[in-house]
């Protein structure tokens, strides 16, 4: 089971941490990612971690703003968003896979919103 929290309401520019508490299964196990989908668009890949932490993936939109990281003592996974901007409305979801860091996630979380405000 995940489990998100730390979604609300920020003015751009501002900063919000999600977190992600994974429960049920080994979570060193697995390569841990966060995902978004605005209204009336398609997921899409934000950010992940390998299982060990060692390395990370972003996309594009998010690079030098967002930063993941993991608790494996905690099982938790984290989304440190800094310089909010409006386009980074959505609901946002954590998971958990085996495949790739992009990809061939099998878990995932009920969603947090995120609604950023110009």
């Known amino acids: 089971q995940l489990v998100e929290s730390g979604g609300g309401l920020e003015q751009a520019g501002g900063s919000l941490r999600l977190s992600c508490a994974a429960s049920?299964?080994?979570?060193?196990?697995?390569?841990m990612g966060w995902f978004r989908q605005a209204a009336g668009k398609e997921r899409e890949f934000v950010a992940a971690?390998?299982?060990?932490?060692?390395?990370?993936d972003y996309a594009d939109s998010v690079k030098g703003r967002f930063t993941i990281s993991r608790d494996n003592a905690k099982n938790t996974v984290y989304l440190q968003m800094n310089s909010l901007k409006p386009e980074d409305t959505a609901v946002y979801y954590c998971?958990?896979?085996?495949?790739?860091?992009?990809?061939?996630?099998?878990?995932w979380g009920q969603g947090t919103q995120v609604t950023v405000s110009s």
């Open positions: 049920g299964r080994t979570f060193s196990n697995y390569h």
């Open positions: 998971a958990a896979g085996r495949v790739s860091l992009t990809s061939g996630y099998d878990y």
């Open positions: 971690i390998s299982r060990s932490g060692g390395s990370t």
